[in-house]
Nanobody, 123 residues
């Protein structure tokens, strides 16, 4: 059974940085694409970054472009999200997701989801 586990969330002040990790286990077929989503209280889930695991190609939502970097370590089966210059609007629960057949920033693409890790940015 495929399992995704996020870690690295926490509290940080405006302008600070955090790195999230998403460990993948139990996959008999290597995922085609992985992504990061976030959901703030009272808001819908927002896709913020995805990465093709074969090519390493990435894409980002405008809200995080230039501040966040998604990467993947094929040996460790772990995806990362380096978050820089954080601001209060980045406060949310962050989820990782994996897909075997498609890619993108829409949540309908992804089959497998982690439980999420909380990121809180204070001024």
């Amino acid at each position: 059974q495929v399992r995704l586990a996020e870690s690295g969330g926490g509290s940080v002040q405006t302008g600070g940085s955090l790195r999230l990790s998403c460990g993948l286990s139990g996959a008999s077929v290597y995922p085609y694409c992985m992504a990061w989503f976030r959901q703030a209280p009272g808001q819908g889930r927002e896709g913020i970054a995805n990465i093709y695991l074969t090519s390493g190609a990435t894409s980002y939502a405008d809200s995080v472009k230039g501040r966040f970097i998604v990467s993947h370590d094929n040996v460790k089966n772990t995806m990362y999200l380096q978050m820089n210059n954080l601001n209060t609007t980045d406060t949310a629960k962050y989820f990782c997701a994996a897909s075997n057949g498609a890619c993108g920033l829409g949540d309908h693409v992804y089959t497998y989801w982690g439980q999420g890790t909380q990121v809180t940015v204070s001024s």
